[in-house]
T-cell receptor, first 112, second 109 residues
Framework: DGGITQSPKYLFRKEGQNVTLSCEQN?????MYWYRQDPGQGLRLIYY???????QKGDIAEGYSVSREKKESFPLTVTSAQKNPTAFYLC???????????FGQGTRLTVV | GIQVEQSPPDLILQEGANSTLRCNFS?????LQWFHQNPWGQLINLFYIPSGTKQNGRLSATTVATERYSLLYISSSQTTDSGVYFC???????????FGKGTKLTVNP
């Protein structure tokens, strides 16, 4: 089945650690995105990528990093510099930038 | 930046009732999507509807772009319709969708 796969579903991080969230898509989409959702809120854009080896900061990029070495993959690293990382993280993709977006199942990150 | 407002914030229905959810946006858009977030957090695409009217089973949506609003209609609601409904908009080939805060729908048996 075509789709977007995020792993893991749940992730626990100790203070001061970096963690990496995985996002893989087999839809042959060029554009990929990372969003963050806090309780009771809508989603906010962290980073996006229009093409392999290119990515741009979104509205809340501080404390996060990404890479786009393959078209199918867009991992997100939450660094120790992110002051409030506990949140629900959603990865999305679209054919090209600005077209209909499809989302993965999400990763719930908790700092312990 | 563009503002997206959804109403009502909360809605409680009995199974079988109909409902209308509204999304107002503050500027012109060329991308508008409605999503249903299920209890596990996944965002399910309902409609891609920057303008016009679409129907899918018991759900339909209308966007009046010139008046900057969109409506999502749910007819004969079922308990499985419960969850949060989000409207999200994009402008002019922009990289991002701007989300509203959602409408939390609870359908009681």
């Amino acid at each position: 089945d075509g789709g977007i796969t995020q792993s893991p579903k749940y992730l626990f991080r100790k203070e001061g650690q970096n963690v990496t969230l995985s996002c893989e898509q087999n839809l042959n989409h060029d554009a990929m995105y990372w969003y963050r959702q806090d309780p009771g809120q809508g989603l906010r854009l962290i980073y996006y990528s229009q093409i392999v080896n290119d990515f741009q900061k979104g509205d809340i990029a501080e404390g996060y990093s990404v890479s786009r070495e393959k078209k199918e993959s867009f991992p997100l690293t939450v660094t120790s510099a992110q002051k409030n990382p506990t949140a629900f993280y959603l990865c999305a993709s679209s054919v090209v930038k600005g077209t209909e977006a499809f989302f993965g199942q999400g990763t719930r990150l908790t700092v312990v | 930046g563009i503002q997206v407002e959804q109403s009502p914030p909360d809605l409680i229905l009995q199974e079988g009732a109909n409902s209308t959810l509204r999304c107002n946006f503050s500027d012109s858009v060329n991308n508008l999507q409605w999503f249903h977030q299920n209890p596990w957090g996944q965002l399910i695409n309902l409609f891609y509807i920057p303008s016009g009217t679409k129907q899918n089973g018991r759900l339909s949506a209308t966007t009046v772009a010139t008046e900057r609003y969109s409506l999502l209609y749910i007819s004969s609601s079922q308990t499985t319709d419960s969850g949060v409904y989000f409207c999200a908009v994009g402008q002019g080939g922009s990289e991002k969708l701007v989300f509203g805060k959602g409408t939390k729908l609870t359908v009681n048996p």
